[in-house]
């Protein structure tokens, strides 16, 4: 009988836990079924795809980073207003003003370690970041844009 309240205790203890994991984890992941509206951008980890240099119509890939093994990512903060992720050696920050489809990043900050073969992408991408003034949502690929130019493609898992 013993071992009988023991598993009833477990039991117990264990439903509020699995019921709090279950409503965090939706929270989360509802973020997308919002379509492309402005609260659809937070609390999502956005890693980049591609970074995109208008001035010397350059495209350069993003992916995962064969000798960091780090992914360059940005995560935006509604209620702090504020950026943060990874540049793919460096973790960064910043503020944040969104409104409708602009949204602005300025005082970005960085980490300065310097990393071999990595540089050149973190380097680009901090230096399209500050120029994005518009956005825009398709499903889970987020692209930001200078006026008409596409700067930053990104994409969530």
Same mark, same amino acid.
């Given at each position: 009988?013993?071992?009988? /309240?023991?598993?009833?205790?477990?039991?117990?203890?264990?439903?509020? !836990?699995?019921?709090? &994991?279950?409503?965090? +984890? $939706?929270?989360?992941?509802?973020s997308?079924?919002?379509g +492309?509206?402005?609260?659809?951008?937070?609390?999502?980890?956005?890693?980049?795809?591609?970074?995109?240099?208008?001035?010397k #119509?350059?495209?350069?890939?993003?992916? /995962?980073?064969?000798?960091? $093994?780090?992914?360059?990512?940005?995560?935006f903060?509604?209620?702090?207003? +504020?950026?943060?992720g #990874?540049?793919?050696?460096?973790?960064? $920050? &910043?503020?944040?003003?969104?409104?409708?489809?602009?949204?602005?990043?300025?005082?970005?900050? +960085?980490?300065?370690?310097?990393?071999?073969g !990595?540089?050149? /992408?973190e380097?680009?991408?901090f230096?399209?970041?500050?120029?994005?003034n518009?956005?825009?949502?398709? $499903?889970?690929?987020?692209?930001?844009?200078?006026?008409?130019?596409?700067?930053?493609?990104?994409?969530?898992?």
């Amino acid at each position: 009988m013993g071992e009988t /309240k023991k598993n009833m205790k477990k039991t117990l203890i264990s439903i509020p !836990v699995i019921m709090l &994991g279950l409503f965090f +984890s $939706g929270c989360k992941t509802s973020s997308y079924n919002s379509g +492309s509206s402005e609260s659809s951008l937070y609390g999502i980890e956005w890693y980049v795809k591609e970074i995109h240099i208008p001035e010397k #119509n350059e495209k350069i890939s993003a992916g /995962k980073d064969t000798i960091t $093994g780090k992914r360059a990512f940005i995560e935006f903060d509604h209620e702090k207003e +504020s950026v943060h992720g #990874n540049g793919g050696c460096n973790i960064f $920050g &910043g503020k944040l003003a969104v409104k409708n489809k602009s949204i602005g990043i300025s005082q970005v900050f +960085s980490t300065k370690m310097y990393c071999e073969g !990595v540089q050149e /992408k973190e380097d680009a991408f901090f230096s399209v970041l500050e120029k994005v003034n518009r956005f825009k949502i398709k $499903g889970k690929k987020l692209f930001l844009y200078q006026d008409k130019s596409l700067l930053i493609e990104l994409e969530s898992e």
